[in-house]
């Protein structure tokens, strides 16, 4: 089973890429959340943030696949944009947020979509200091009648996501069967 350990090289190298920006972009939306700017201001605001999320796709499209952790994954887990998937043969699919949270609370949901695996869903978040804290955590398909029906839904509202990567687990532990699933964060 994977752990939430496991992400930290891959968190470290995205604070690493891009964390000033970061922690700059993520300061102008944590101000514009509590005090929200009007005119100019409110549009420098949402570019500074629309540049800061662009900086960590580009990161992702030129890295994934080249070394270490970025040939075979993770997957990058984009704010408000549902992806899906399909885990097999007794393996995990990791997603971790491209961007720090700008909200103190976000929601995220796994679906399913298909497949009989029995399958644990782990939520970390990670700041940038390498701290990691399982936050959340359900194992799906666990009896007969659960792997009858394919509308099993992980749906947690994470505190304390301010600042910190949102990373997700979805682990698979049946050799013969898959899981296909459909996965979403947004703000909460």
Known sequence: MSDCKSSYTIVNDL????????????GIATSVLSSPPTGVAAVVAANK??????????????????????K?????????????GNVVLATARTFISEIPSHTEKV???VWEEGGKAKTTIKVCLVDSKGYHEEVA???LN?????????NQV??????????????CIID???VFSNFKYAIELNQA
């Open 15 to 26: 604070w690493q890429s891009y964390g000033t920006y970061a922690k700059t972009a993520l």
């Open 154 to 167: 992980f749906d947690k509202t994470l505190g304390n996501a301010l600042g910190r990567y949102v990373v």
């Open 107 to 109: 929601r995220l949901r």
């Open 172 to 174: 698979t532990t049946s």
């Open 72 to 84: 075979i994954g993770p997957r990058a887990l984009q704010l408000a944009s549902q992806q899906r």
């Open 142 to 150: 666990t009896t007969d009648a659960e792997k009858d029906h394919e």
């Open 49 to 70: 943030v629309e540049e800061m999320m662009s900086m960590a796709h580009d990161f992702w499209n030129q890295n994934v696949g080249k070394e270490s952790w970025k």
């Open 137 to 139: 955590s359900q194992t």
